[in-house]
């Protein structure tokens, strides 16, 4: 069974940083792209970041492109998403997921299978 366990999210001020991590187990890790999402109150999930099996490709959405930086350690099955410059309206409860195929990449959330239980990031003004 595959497990998705995400971590670090909080409470900051606007302009602070935090680094989530996300950590599966249940699949080989490094066969499968990964991404993070977000949802906020009210709003449906969006894309955030994402990156291939490798690493060695990585998509942003444009609100967080310059700002948020995903990277992926195989050897920990860990993805992370470092997130600098933080604004208010990043506000919202992060999810991390992993492709339904391996070897695949995608910021479209139909293309991912499983789902971690989200961590919440607060940025206050």
């Known amino acids: 069974q595959v497990q998705l366990v995400e971590s670090g999210g909080g409470l900051v001020q606007t302009g602070d940083s935090l680094r989530l991590s996300c950590v599966a187990s249940?699949?080989?890790?490094?066969?499968?792209?990964m991404g993070w999402f977000r949802q906020a109150p009210g709003r449906e999930r969006e894309f955030v970041a994402a990156?291939?099996?490798?690493?060695?490709?990585?998509y942003y959405a444009d609100s967080v492109e310059g700002r948020f930086t995903i990277s992926r350690d195989n050897a920990k099955n860990t993805v992370y998403l470092q997130m600098n410059s933080l604004k208010p309206e990043d506000t919202a409860v992060y999810y991390c997921a992993t492709t339904k195929f391996a070897y695949a990449s995608s910021t479209s959330i139909g293309n991912y299978d499983y789902w971690g239980q989200g961590t919440q990031v607060t940025v206050s003004s």
């Open positions: 990156i291939t099996s490798s690493g060695g490709r990585v």
């Open positions: 249940g699949r080989t890790f490094s066969m499968y792209g």
